[in-house]
């Protein structure tokens, strides 16, 4: 079976302090794929990175940088010098490669930066 | 612009009457879905479409229904709405080919059944 989960539901920060939201999966698939979407207030779904089971780099993206752990089986997004603009309600998901047709959602974690 | 669209945005409706959620995408994607959002329950699936006249049950399919008779359109139907599918649904869609790449999202439609 798969799941993927987010522990932490709601973390308020002060604007420009660092923060991290955590994401573990469970699968026994051995090659999937993992996302991270934001949902800002606007209501709409943004995507923000894919990556591989194959690829255990870590991806930086201005201010934002993703750490990648098979071991851990976690996908951690970590937002630095965080702005109100970040402010918003996070989803990590999960697609395993040979089922297509599938991507499950974790529950997702609502940041709020404060000013 | 590449875009998924879906009507309408907001919806109040009563109990029983029948409704319909239209999507369409204009990226000549095969792939497209249906999701709730509910609190704490985060993105749950109701039915997906790999391609035309193929569609297949979710994690949520109970009370709703869909069809795919063209690539671009996959309307989300409730036959009887009832109370407990006042929910945010999304549509999205995915780029041809194999596999789930990222999937572009609907702005939401706000259903709410009184």
């Known amino acids: 079976a798969q799941k993927v989960t987010q522990a932490q539901t709601e973390i308020s920060v002060v604007e420009k302090e660092d923060v991290t939201l955590d994401c573990v999966y469970e699968t026994r698939d051995t090659t999937y794929y993992l996302f991270w979407y934001k949902q800002p207030p606007s209501g709409e779904l943004v995507f923000l990175i894919r990556?591989?089971?194959?690829?255990?780099q870590n991806e930086i993206s201005g201010r934002y940088s993703w750490n990648f752990q098979k071991s851990t089986s976690s996908f951690n997004f970590t937002i630095t010098a965080s702005q109100v603009v970040d402010s918003a309600v996070y989803f990590c998901a999960l697609t395993p490669m040979n089922r297509d047709d599938k991507i499950i959602f974790g529950k997702g974690t609502r940041l709020h930066i404060l000013p | 612009e590449a875009q998924v669209t879906q009507n309408p945005r907001y919806l109040i409706t009563v109990t029983g009457k029948k409704l319909t959620v239209t999507c369409s995408q204009n990226?000549?994607?095969?792939?497209m879905s249906w999701y709730r959002q509910d609190p704490g329950l985060g993105l749950r699936q109701i039915y997906y479409?790999?391609?035309?006249?193929?569609?297949d049950k979710g994690d949520v399919p109970e009370g709703y229904k869909v069809s795919r008779k063209e690539k671009r359109n996959f309307p989300l139907i409730l036959e009887s709405p009832s109370p407990n599918q006042t929910s945010l649904y999304f549509c999205?869609?995915?780029?041809?080919?194999?596999?789930?790449?990222?999937?572009?999202f609907g702005p939401g439609t706000r259903l709410t059944v009184t």
């Open positions: 990556r591989n089971s194959f690829d255990e």
């Open positions: 990226m000549n994607h095969e792939y």
């Open positions: 999205a869609s995915s780029r041809p080919g194999t596999g789930i790449y990222e999937q572009y």
């Open positions: 479409s790999m391609n035309v006249e193929v569609t």
